[in-house]
């Protein structure tokens, strides 16, 4: 099993989807426990003095005007975390947790928190043990934190609330720590507010997404070329001099892939050869790479702006390198939130625009020359209409997701908090735009394969040598072709799979060789 090592320096991408979605193991490395030291030595010098600090020796929030005395301390930190924890609604996925709890670690790791090594530690020992904290789907604004889903992970650093095991069974945390040989933490002045205060579970489902969608794009540019096989459509307009001369770096990429999988066509090159002669290909396939290029050109974007914020350390307040110890507002999530809701715009496009290429397929006034809904009987046979209607709906869901979150913002905190981010929304929001991507992919590529196969059938015509790895992985994965009507459902859940996995990129590889 992969080992990831914290240091004080934040951690990668892989190592952030290798914890969440691998179980990877983590380790603190030795420069972090040092810093973790220091840093916790000048928290402990600021508690000893009289004048309040804020985090330390306050009260929070709207109650930060209140000096807490040293007696009420550890109950304070205690408390912070106890009131936070007040999430409502589903429970979050596994792989959210535990991105929420490593991306956590990896601030307090950095030795800007003044969190004790011990607590660390605990850290890791839950994530190592396979503990997963119930987080619930609502709880956050996005500023001062993921400050509710950050709180139901530390209170079973305190052996409170309920957790899930390695088996998924949900149990009280008590019984999961002494299970698996944890004690329980006791939050010393800072602690619990640092465990609280970061933008932790919307990076880490920024993260995951930006996986996500890059497998989705090459394989959106993989059914986007088949289709302008099963079209007859040109391939002359992905000419890379075309492309040149208009250099959005994404625009090339998509024309590349595309031109890749087509290598070796006998289908393409015939638009004026049908009874409906063409002079060019409809938007929907001559400009597919100008679109998904785009999508191309904001994920790298997003992926900036993780990679800036997985290098900070979001707490307040921070311990500088010189010892002090300052309020800030680094906890603000408008960066991570406003590419989360450019991503979700992107992935409506994205889906449009597959859509219309599949419904030109199915459409015999605008297919050239197939049959009517790639029905085997036309009229007695219904061939793919109703896969279409389920695509249609993916779409609109996609158009209602695309609308921001990070536009709105509602007070709080006795108007202490009176601006907030809305980030964990956008996340939450872009993983179910995802998940609906994927299978509008996918229903392009059940369409598109049957096509090719009916124009072989049809018209003698061989597809490219990479469409034909396409089609025989699927029909391998359990994915029927042309054919009688049948129960479709579970062989559109196999494309989805199929495209999600990454199977499809996997089969034409081989082929075209490796595609960005």
Not at 79 to 90: E, L, T, W, Y
Not at 313 to 331: K, Y
Not at 460 to 487: I, Q, Y
Request: proline fraction near 5%; include cysteine.
């Amino acid at each position: 099993m992969r080992t990831v090592v914290v240091g004080t320096s934040g951690t990668t991408t892989d190592d952030v989807i290798a914890v969440a979605r691998e179980s990877a193991r983590v380790e603190i490395s030795a420069a972090a426990l040092d810093a973790l030291a220091a840093a916790r030595t000048v928290v402990d010098a600021l508690a000893a003095k009289p004048e309040p600090v804020y985090g330390v020796s306050t009260g929070f929030g709207a109650l930060a005007t209140r000096h807490i005395g040293p007696e009420l301390r550890a109950r304070l930190q205690r408390n912070i975390v106890r009131s936070h924890a007040a999430g409502m609604g589903p429970h979050v996925e596994r792989e959210v947790v535990r991105a929420l709890m490593f991306l956590r670690l990896k601030t307090v790791c950095s030795g800007h928190t003044g969190v004790r090594p011990e607590v660390a530690q605990t850290m890791v020992d839950v994530l190592n043990a396979g503990i997963t904290p119930v987080v619930h789907e609502y709880g956050s604004l996005g500023c001062s934190g993921d400050l509710a889903p950050l709180s139901h992970c530390a209170l079973t650093l305190l052996g409170e609330g309920d957790a899930e095991g390695p088996d998924g069974r949900v149990r009280p945390a008590a019984e999961l720590l002494a299970e698996h040989g944890i004690a329980p933490v006791e939050l010393r002045e800072k602690e619990g507010l640092a465990l609280l205060n970061g933008t932790d579970g919307m990076l880490g489902m920024l993260i995951m997404a930006i996986a996500d969608l890059q497998r989705l794009y090459t394989s959106a540019d993989i059914t986007a070329a088949l289709t302008l096989e099963a079209l007859l459509g040109t391939g002359k307009v992905l000419a890379p001099e075309l492309h040149a001369i208009r250099p959005h770096p994404g625009q090339g990429v998509a024309a590349a892939n595309m031109s890749a999988v087509l290598k070796g066509s006998g289908l393409t090159g015939h638009f004026q050869e049908d009874e409906a002669p063409r002079v060019q290909d409809a938007y929907s396939v001559r400009c597919a790479p100008q679109v998904a290029g785009a999508g191309r050109d904001t994920l790298a974007h997003a992926r900036l702006v993780a990679d800036r914020e997985l290098a900070a350390a979001v707490d307040n307040p921070v311990v500088l390198s010189d010892g002090r110890v300052e309020s800030n507002g680094n906890f603000h999530g408008a960066p991570v939130a406003y590419v989360l809701d450019f991503l979700a715009i992107a992935a409506a496009d994205l889906g449009s625009i597959a859509e219309r290429r599949t419904d030109r397929l199915l459409d015999k006034n605008r297919s050239h020359g197939l049959p009517a809904f790639l029905a085997d009987d036309a009229g007695v046979d219904s061939g793919l209409m109703i896969a279409q209607y389920t695509q249609a709906a993916l779409v609109s869901e996609l158009k209602r997701l695309a609308v921001p979150a990070s536009v709105d913002s509602i007070p709080s905190s006795a108007m202490q908090e009176d601006h907030v981010s809305m980030g964990w929304s956008a996340a939450r929001k872009l993983r179910t735009a995802v998940a609906a991507l994927g299978r509008i992919i996918a229903v392009e590529l059940y369409t598109a394969t049957r096509a090719i196969e009916l124009r072989r059938e049809l018209h003698g015509l061989d597809p490219a040598p990479a469409s034909t790895a396409a089609v025989d992985a699927l029909r391998a994965a359990g994915v029927g072709g042309p054919g009688p009507d049948r129960f479709l459902a579970p062989e559109l859940a196999a494309a989805d799979v199929f495209v999600r996995d990454g199977e499809l990129i996997a089969a034409v590889e081989p082929v075209t060789g490796p595609l960005a």
